[in-house]
């Protein structure tokens, strides 16, 4: 895999960034970036989107077709906890779902759920990782909250 390649289809997708090694992240992309980035060395998509919002096309459907795997956790203010933010923890670690995409509409719930990733799993300063979350497109000041609280609560004691 080649990290240049990776980010320069990542540039090519709205609000795409690449924030740490085989993590990108974006707002939603169109059907045709499925093909792309697959052949640029990905391996999975993590939509954070839910059901009910437009896509424009089959994101499912056409994921597969590319040959990624494709794991669909919807997010809303109403959804989003403990139980999300373990899941795209467990799904990003995993090596063989690297490099990751993980999208939402603005990638704002992206930025929240990955936050603690950056945290705990990166080993990022909390400072760092917030900073990170925001520069990927977290804007949401409960987002921010609900993933600090999740750091504070998940943060290893050194005792």
Not at 5 to 21: F, H, M, N
Not at 59 to 77: D, I, K, N
Not at 94 to 102: F, G, I
Request: proline share 8%; with cysteine.
């Amino acid at each position: 895999m080649d990290e240049r390649g990776i980010e320069k289809v990542v540039g090519l997708l709205p609000y795409g960034s690449c924030p740490v090694a085989g993590v990108a992240t974006a707002g939603q992309p169109d059907a045709g970036s499925w093909a792309a980035l697959a052949r640029a060395g990905f391996k999975a998509v993590i939509d954070l989107r839910e059901p009910s919002e437009p896509r424009g096309h089959d994101e499912p459907g056409e994921v597969a077709r590319a040959g990624l795997a494709y794991l669909a956790l919807p997010v809303s203010h109403d959804t989003l906890g403990d139980r999300l933010i373990d899941a795209v923890r467990a799904f990003a670690r995993d090596p063989a779902h690297r490099p990751v995409l993980v999208h939402c509409a603005t990638a704002n719930r992206v930025g929240a759920l990955l936050l603690p990733y950056f945290a705990l799993d990166e080993h990022l300063a909390l400072d760092e990782a917030h900073r990170l979350a925001v520069e990927v497109g977290m804007r949401s000041p409960d987002y921010s909250q609900l993933a600090l609280d999740y750091v504070r609560r998940h943060m290893p004691s050194d005792g």
